[in-house]
Nanobody, 124 residues
Framework: QVSLVESGGGLVQAGGSLRLSCAAKERTFSIVNMAWFRQAPGKEREFVTNISWNGGRIAYADSVKGRFTISRDNAKNTVYLQMNNLKPEDTAVYYC?????????????????WGQGTQVTVSS
């Protein structure tokens, strides 16, 4: 098992920024592909971004390209999501997710470790 805990959510005005963090207590985090998803009220969970365990492969949803940046610090067992120029439509619960140990590429539907989520609310 890989235990994940998100933090950094909150209320921000449109155009503002937030940085989310996802911390794992297991050392095996360093070989786990990590991702961020979000779920808005009344909508299905949506892929936001992911990063391979070696940091060499990164992908973003079209809706956040140019505004969000994912990064990881394996020495700290932590993945980050820097969110800039936030929009009201970014309002959602943001979830950190991890793939199976040693799997560098993970299909969006195949993440197996999940955090409890952190609320991000963007006011207009």
């Amino acid at each position: 098992q890989v235990s994940l805990v998100e933090s950094g959510g909150g209320l921000v005005q449109a155009g503002g920024s937030l940085r989310l963090s996802c911390a794992a207590k297991e050392r095996t985090f360093s070989i786990v592909n990590m991702a961020w998803f979000r779920q808005a009220p009344g909508k299905e969970r949506e892929f936001v971004t992911n990063i391979s365990w070696n940091g060499g492969r990164i992908a973003y949803a079209d809706s956040v390209k140019g505004r969000f940046t994912i990064s990881r610090d394996n020495a700290k067992n932590t993945v980050y999501l820097q969110m800039n120029n936030l929009k009201p439509e970014d309002t959602a619960v943001y979830y950190c997710a991890g793939g199976r140990l040693g799997q560098d590429y993970v299909e969006h539907s195949d993440y197996v470790y999940w955090g409890q989520g952190t609320q991000v609310t963007v006011s207009s």
